[in-house]
């Protein structure tokens, strides 16, 4: 499976959870690092915003 987003774009994740939509609403992240498919075979990014980093699926974000 090949990557949809690119390193430097900006993303916004699909479903925040309760904390992001509590603490970081409406926050865009930036895509900081490709990552290989796991398991399933999904692809996954490190996204970053501010000093919040975090891995997500590729499922799990959308374009900013």
Excluded: C, W
């Excluded at 939509?21 to 692809?43: F, I, K, S």
Aim: glycine fraction near 8%; proline fraction near 3%.
């Amino acid at each position: 499976m090949t990557h949809k987003f690119k390193v430097r774009q900006m993303v916004r994740l699909a479903q925040p959870g309760f904390s992001d939509t509590r603490m970081n609403a409406g926050n865009v992240y930036e895509v900081v690092r490709l990552m290989p498919a796991d398991q399933t075979g999904e692809v996954s990014y490190r996204i970053k915003s501010g000093m919040t980093e975090k891995a997500v699926r590729e499922g799990e974000i959308r374009s900013a």
